[in-house]
């Protein structure tokens, strides 16, 4: 195939898989979100905080026992069958190891934060660090192939199944385990589907020297992806012991309402950017152009969703009845904004896994493995507004440190590749200004009632914000595509 129909092949690929994963998510996102706004009618703030404290101990337990062998299969030029199933053993035996230190522990979490409740919820959360080994393989192959339409049909129709499990629950009365087995179930699901797209047996041989090499790459990935894990958790095992249960669910929630949208598009961008890049590392000019487009894409869109959040948060909890909730309102005016940073700042490490340079990314989360506990046990002595504040002063300062060794991957100087990186604000901020514009209209010039100014005034600051992200960069994804 001449090298121009090979890039332009290449380029419909990605588009289109960034196509498939998007689309996709988006459906599935506004579904759980639903699932989870009528859930929170169901169930009281402390069970949302005990919830978010069984999450945060399996998340940070899950960055161990995934050993970054996702990671490694991608990145490796041609695995053969038998490093794949000498990958999955290995995976197995280490996730089945971690489930019996967490069934053990398990009693001694729940003395530290005096909840018998723990004991249980830890030990059936924890079955999902086994069940991720059985489907981890036939997961990463179809990453590597760019099938992400099958991916997104998968990853979308489990979190459904979750969502629809959760709700149940919740109105059946179970309170925090309606969280804890919608994440049970949600991983059942997908190791079910992608093993029937994807069929991996294993046969019964295991040798570590043919996978050794794939293994040191994984650590570094496993590292960055544990002090990842632990620093974006810690604060919530801080904030369970400071404070009150409920405050911790006020919290929780909060944290929530911005972080799931930018863990959702960083799904998305990461599944495809990560081997879009990987094809790409030999190719700088090429590297740059999709990097520092997709990170503006990313950060117009998540931008613009925060800006609605930020203008219209309080009137929708309002339409809800949701005035036991309205405390988290304030934290997350401070989240948003730290937000806008992590729209972006996800895509880096891809870049360095895709270029080989997954050591750095270590360096970059230790960083914040040290700095961010210290910020948020500072902010804790003050308020809970304050641990928030500490994501917003700390984050910033570690990240740059992300940035570098991003400009340093595209051979680029450090001011360049902030400005280029953050570009997408030229549009976020005229988004915000018209959604506070819209609700002012609405509320204050027409007297609409509160559904009115929630439904109308965010229809149009979404509709603005999509049709402005069009205009600003059609011509680079014409030129993508070409």
Known sequence: MPESKEKKSFARRVAGSFLYV???????KVVSAAALIYTLALVTPADLGLASIVLAVIAI?????EL???????????PTKKQIDSLFWLSLMVSAGFYLLVFAAAPLVSW??????????????????????FFFVSRTMMQRDLQFGRLALIENSSLLLASGSMVFLAWKGYGVWAFVMAEVVNRVVQALACQACRPHLPRLRFRLADIRGMVSF??????????????TNIDYLIVGKVFSGEVLGIYTLAYRIVSDPVRALAAIVNQVAYPAFARLQDQLER???????????????IGTLFMILVVYLDQVLLLFDYHEW???????????????????APLVPQLLNAVGRARLNFFYSLSCSVLMPIAFLVGS???????????????????MILFYFGSRALQMWLPGFVIKSMAGLTVVVPVALCGLGLRLLFQNVLGAGTAVVVTAGITGTLLLGLAVAYLRERATIKRVLS
Do not use: K
């Open 22 to 28: 998007g689309v996709g998510n988006v459906v599935s």
């Open 61 to 65: 337990l899950s960055a161990v026992t």
């Open 68 to 78: 970054g062998l996702g990671v490694a299969l991608v990145q490796a030029q041609s």
């Open 112 to 133: 530290f934060y005096e909840e018998t409740r723990l004991t249980a919820l830890l030990r059936v959360q924890g079955l999902n660090l086994v069940v991720f080994s």
């Open 218 to 231: 994984g650590l570094y990935a496993t590292g960055s992806r544990l002090l990842y894990n632990f620093y």
């Open 287 to 301: 590297l740059r152009l999709y990097f520092f487009t997709v990170a503006r894409i990313s950060m117009t869109l």
């Open 326 to 344: 309205m405390n988290a309102v304030p934290l997350v005016y401070v989240f948003a904004f730290l937000g806008l940073i992590r729209s972006v």
């Open 381 to 399: 002595a003050f308020s809970i507004t304050g641990v928030a504040v500490a994501w917003l002063v700390a984050y910033p300062i570690v990240v």
